[in-house]
């Protein structure tokens, strides 16, 4: 049996629920699906989750107020309790998700597979390592395999959007670990699309120089485009784009149809967020900067000059 834990609010369901189940299903079509849902009020998210497909066989529901805060803590060890059954236990390569597979395998004594960009066989996977330089294949032998999985990997086909008559369990929930506590939360609303599912991305880096000029120049060409707004780690750690940004190896892993990088070299640690995006276009002063290899299109120049151009332009 395989269970997929998807990331939601407490109000909605994340959209990669999906691409999770797509890697689910490669896993093989005889193995019996069920969800696990852990949070706060969770009504609305138990409706939607019963009309994402057939092949999902049950809804397994663990809902108590100090779930709502989604501290990892108590995540990890609810979900310890549960997976006695199961041959997999299937996360996102969300950050909130990434910090819970390794506790519940510290917890479960089992070695994770993250990063998981394809599956071969029941128990053979290609995963990233060392920053998305290499690629490896691991067969993993664990009774219970914990996988992160590279959602953007995995094309998810649309959500049936019908009523199934899915099993609900509700389960009880453990007592509060109380180990951490949430004090304050800042929500960005930008009016932008989200980082993690635009079509298209407009990412700048080092070279804008300073937050206003970040602001005028990538925020500026991606309200033209319709676009999200991106940065590289040294632009964040510039302090031009607030870290929810970043794309890389320490930040988002992206896939948008078109990718603009403006003033952002193209290090390794980029890259590996962004190595599957469709098209990709970059500006920058330096013809041998290593983005242009990886770029279907290039413009060689001083961005202050194009970009402002481009805006006025589009
Ligand atoms: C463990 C680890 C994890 C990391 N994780 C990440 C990550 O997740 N994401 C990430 O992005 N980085 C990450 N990094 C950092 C990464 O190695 C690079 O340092 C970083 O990506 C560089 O950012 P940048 O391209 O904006 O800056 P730079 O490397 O300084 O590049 C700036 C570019 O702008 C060009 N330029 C300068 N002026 C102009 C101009 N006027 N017009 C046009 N072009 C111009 C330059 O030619 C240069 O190519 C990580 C590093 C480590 C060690």
Known sequence: MILIVPDHNNCSLDTSILNLLEAALKLGLEEEIHILIIGYNLDSVIKEASTI??????????????????????????ISKLVSNYSYVIFSNSSFSKSIAPRLAGILDIAPISEVSEI?????????????????????????????????????????????DVLVENIPPIDNLGLSILIDEKINLTGRPDLSKANIVVAGGRALGSKENFDILIGGLADKLGAAVGASRAAVDAGYASNDLQIGQT?????????????????????????????????????????FQFSDYGMVGNLFDIVPQLIKLL
Do not use: W
């Open 120 to 164: 071969i066989s029941k128990d053979v996977f290609v995963r990233f390592i060392y920053t998305g330089n290499f690629i490896e294949t691991v067969l993993c032998n664990e009774n219970i395999k914990i996988l992160t999985i590279k959602t953007s990997f995995f094309a998810a086909k649309s959500c049936d959007s019908i009523n199934y």
């Open 53 to 78: 497909s057939n092949h999902i066989a049950k809804i397994m529901v663990v809902d108590a107020f100090y779930f709502g805060d989604f501290l990892v803590e108590n995540h990890a060890l609810q």
């Open 251 to 291: 930040g988002k892993s992206i896939a948008p149809k078109l990718y603009i990088a403006i003033g952002i070299s193209g290090a390794a640690q980029h890259i590996a967020g962004v190595c599957n995006a469709g098209m990709v276009i970059s500006i920058n002063n330096d013809r041998d900067a290593p983005i």
